[in-house]
């Protein structure tokens, strides 16, 4: 059996194996800061490998890089010893106030066993590490709404004072707090430098969870619009750049604006391959259509004229027609969008026709052969909703109190879905706040019959305590986004009675290890002390955070459906239909180990420590060798 890893991969180590296949002679060694042989990537040599120009020192080139950049490069590829374990308590929420009017808020999950939602708790940097392997370009769609770097919000703190090897140990722990947010104000010294050094390695990281033709869409404002877009340039490619969305997010004037009137914010969106990517396409509406008809009974249904010149002066394109009545019919100045071939075959299949006095042509756009309607850079409030509808929203959604300040309208995501992911897409917004965009999928899936899944991530960021939040109880953002989605899923039940829909989501809480320290740092302990220990699971760890982990450190889904049974009183876990089958009960016996391998499962996990004697570990293998060899076995 194979000793599972039960922590994140990491990512140079990867990227080093792949530059020494492809470049071998580009391989060397060198001495690191503790005085150590190891193997390194000569840099030289690599770069007369890759380019036939190789700039070096302090040659001018474009370049985009700020304080701290290959500190934050670092940061996206540094491994982590964290977890996700799940919070069940799924206890039903109930509405209104307590006595002291103070809203009640559920901790946990709502219908864990059935939902393929996910909510997670935690710094949304160890977050995106956790799914690397599990949510590998698995990703159709995400959107974020990051800090804006206004002045007067707060950034992820990533510690770059503390050593590689004390990052790997510490792997950017939480205060006793749970805080790892810090103001960053426009008197600090780094403003800029401290904003990109948060958002670059979550960019890194969210691209590789992106499908071959998932998108990204960013929101923000002029503040940080150009670094950001550097950013995603370098992350994504400029040639992935997709539209720079303008959202007119109000229709007031703000006169305590000195002098001009924000009215308006920005959404990037970027491709992860382009290539791959098809069209977008909003549904018609009747307005879209109103200038469709069909004056002349045409088979093929409603139809609009449409331009029969070519944007561009091509001479070839300059030639005469001869019209039924042998009118002569001559090009338009840059001349005809079509080669004479194509004119005359789109004249027999009716798409041509000629003009009613043979004076000119006329081309049919048919209705029904328009996929829908190409969406617009430039979004309108009273299409795609305001900031005021958006407060409007929640505040009725929490009996009229205003729990969050800035969110976003339902209509501006679901607009982003709908053009940007299939039906079962599942979709991941890791700076969630108030869950606007687990509430926009749960509505477009109840409008259109949809199976996306959300994954949503949210540190657990204290509310202020001058806050109408931090008033009526709600002391962190993510108890807030955990009931508006309680809440907007009770709504949309009501609004939608025969339609079904997933309304429930998981809770997954960011913690250290399930795995005691020792078990991480086998060189600092002879190996005779391994023999002794009875455990290397903490103690305050269940079988179901084991299982979390297991599934994560295997690429199985988080939202995969878990059934719990018992076999000879030990309690076994069964994971989407035998495809992992997981036993951390001690004392295991033979008959325990024969049940499970005659299941047949891909992946059978058990803890290394709790075979029942010697009988039952010498005869593991023969018995998956005699009822399913070809299942993988895995300890921890």
Known sequence: ???????????????????????????????????????????????????????????????????????????????????????????????????????????????????????????????????????????????????????????????????????????????????????????????????????????????????????????????????????????????????????????????????????????????????????????????????????????????????????????????????????????????????????????????????????????????CDQPGRTPENLWEGQQFGTTRQAASLIKNLFDGVQVFDTPKPIELIKKMLEIATGQDSIVLDFFSGSATTAHAVMQLNAEDGGHRKFIMVQLPEKTDEKSEAYKFGYKYINEIGKERIRRAAKKIAEENPETKFDGGFRVLKCDSSNMKNVYYNPAEYEPSLFTSLEDNIKEDRTSEDLLFQVMLDLGVLLSSKIEETTIAGKRVFNVEDNYLIACFDDNVTEEVITEIAKQKPYYFVMRDSSMANDSVATNFEQIFAAYSPDTVRKVL
């Open 1 to 367: 059996m194979d000793k599972l890893k039960m922590q994140t991969v990491n990512k140079a180590d990867e990227k080093f194996k792949k530059l020494a296949a492809m470049f071998p002679n580009a391989v060397t060694e060198t001495i690191d800061e503790n005085g150590e042989v190891v193997r390194a990537i000569d840099k030289d040599v690599l770069m007369q490998e890759i380019s036939c120009k190789v700039v070096d020192g302090n040659e001018e080139r474009y370049q985009f890089t700020w304080s701290d950049k290959k500190k934050s490069v670092l940061l996206a590829n540094a491994p982590i010893n964290k977890t996700l374990r799940p919070v069940r308590d799924d206890e039903t929420t109930p509405t209104g106030a307590d006595s002291e009017g103070k809203l009640y808020c559920g901790s946990g999950s709502v219908d864990f066993d059935n939902t393929e939602n996910l909510y997670i708790e935690g710094d949304n940097l160890e977050v995106l590490k956790l799914l690397q392997e599990t949510y590998l370009s698995k990703i159709k769609m995400i959107y974020i709404d990051p800090p804006y770097n206004t002045g007067n919000d707060f950034v992820y703190e990533d510690d770059f004072a503390q050593s590689t090897e004390e990052y790997l140990e510490n792997s950017g722990q939480f205060d006793e707090d749970g805080n790892r947010m810090v103001q960053n104000t426009e008197s600090n010294g780094r403003f800029h430098t401290d904003w990109l050094n948060m958002i670059y390695p979550r960019l890194k990281l969210a691209k590789a969870l992106l499908t071959d033709d998932g998108v990204i869409f960013i929101s923000i404002d002029d503040n940080e619009l150009e670094n950001i877009k550097k950013c995603c340039e370098e992350v994504f490619g400029e040639s992935n750049f997709l539209a720079n969305i303008v959202w007119k997010h109000t229709q007031q004037s703000k006169n305590d604006e000195p002098h001009f009137s924000r009215q308006y914010n920005h959404t990037l969106v970027y491709a992860k391959m382009k290539s791959s990517l098809p069209n977008f396409y909003f549904k018609r509406t009747e307005e879209d259509n109103k200038n469709y008809s069909n004056p002349d009974a045409d088979p093929k249904g409603m139809w609009r004229s449409g331009d029969v010149r070519s944007p561009n002066y091509r001479k070839t394109l300059r030639y005469t027609i001869t019209a039924p009545n042998g009118n002569i019919i001559q090009p338009p100045t840059n001349g005809w969008r079509w080669s004479e071939e194509s004119l005359r075959d789109k004249i027999s299949t009716g798409e041509i026709k000629f003009k009613s006095d043979n004076s000119g042509i006329i081309r049919k756009i048919y209705l």
